[in-house]
């Protein structure tokens, strides 16, 4: 369980405490194997990276090379060591012992990873760990809004994007930290609550910021018009880079939009089959991301449909892919070559 600190200032209508808490529930298919992918470093911390002694393998940090553990707790820890810089015997101080083994030592030496100060006479060396080996930054149970932003900017996000009338918008950089830290490059990302659609806007804007490829499925009840009011308007807005009244939001972010509303179909349809079909293309389309155009990509469900087809199979040169219904194959076998 994550909190969210998501207030910059309290409530002032609270009647006891202002609620400046929320919390994320993280669930893994399989926990044993899944690990949350690490953060990487923002600006802040990157500028403690630097490269006072000219090193060319670029810019690092240093971190202490002892430990707090006595030499009775750890003697295998507790030997001495060389300044090379002053031939000086250096000796851990009496409650601590070194981080490393001797062997551990023996390579950081080798690689010269141990730094004795500007000067080269510091009590004893720092270690060296550079920028570019940096795997990421660990995930904390805590996400301030520093970081992530808080509920008063998210509404404000919503009003530049011209969405009004919606009072829990969650803020976009909590919802890129969430995929950031559960998802991958090609991700498809489901909100089954999707609100005032963040969760797209976190999507879009992550594909933009790293070149990736993540997909997002929005699904809402409508409940108050929430998706012809907001959900959808936002969307779009971020992808076109114009709001719904025709100002300029931004430049926009190329990507594909489609829309669609469920409808249902009783199981005791009498039948059931030709009740699905009839719904068949809008599930195609957004298994397959096309769109079933009748010239590149064609759609058969009915006898009349494969024998239009089959008579004048030349007017479509283009066909990139044919969906069939099963009974039709057998209609299509006349120009079958060309179907492969």
Request: glycine share 6%; aromatic share 10%.
């Amino acid at each position: 369980m994550l909190s969210w600190f998501k207030k910059a200032s309290p409530s002032n209508d609270a009647q006891f405490f202002s609620n400046d808490i929320e919390y994320i529930l993280v669930y893994a298919k399989n926990k044993q194997v899944w690990r949350p992918n690490r953060l990487p470093l923002n600006e802040k911390q990157k500028k403690y990276y630097k490269n006072p002694d000219n090193d060319p393998r670029g810019d690092w940090n240093s971190a202490t090379y002892t430990c707090n553990k006595t030499n009775q707790q750890r003697p295998s820890l507790y030997y001495p060591i060389v300044n090379p810089n002053t031939g000086e015997e250096v000796w851990p101080k009496e409650t601590a012992v070194w981080a490393y083994s001797k062997e551990q030592y023996a390579e950081h030496l080798k690689d010269n990873l141990l730094y004795w100060g500007a000067d080269g006479k510091s009590r004893y060396p720092r270690f060296k760990k550079f920028l570019s080996n940096h795997q990421g930054v660990v995930n904390r149970t805590l996400l301030h809004y520093d970081d992530v932003g808080h509920t008063q900017g998210a509404s404000m996000e919503l009003k530049k994007l011209g969405i009004r009338g919606f009072e829990t918008p969650k803020p976009v950089r909590l919802i890129e930290r969430v995929i950031r830290i559960a998802g991958r490059p090609n991700s498809i990302v489901l909100d089954c609550f999707a609100g005032s659609g963040t969760t797209a806007q976190a999507v879009l804007e992550l594909n933009q910021e790293d070149g990736g490829n993540r997909h997002f499925i929005l699904c809402t009840n409508n409940e108050n018009n929430i998706c012809e009011n907001a959900t959808y308007p936002r969307v779009k807005t971020v992808i076109t880079g114009i709001r719904s009244d025709g100002s300029k939001y931004s430049d926009g972010i190329p990507a594909n939009l489609k829309y669609y509303k469920t409808d249902f179909v009783a199981r005791k349809e009498e039948y059931l089959s030709d009740a699905l079909l009839q719904h068949i293309t809008e599930m195609i389309q957004l298994e397959n991301g096309i769109n079933l155009d009748g010239k590149n990509y064609l759609m058969i469900l009915t006898d009349e449909q494969a024998d239009e087809l089959s008579a004048h199979w030349s007017q479509y040169p283009n066909i990139k892919a044919i969906y069939l219904n099963s009974n039709q194959v057998g209609r299509l076998s006349a120009v079958g070559q060309n179907l492969s």
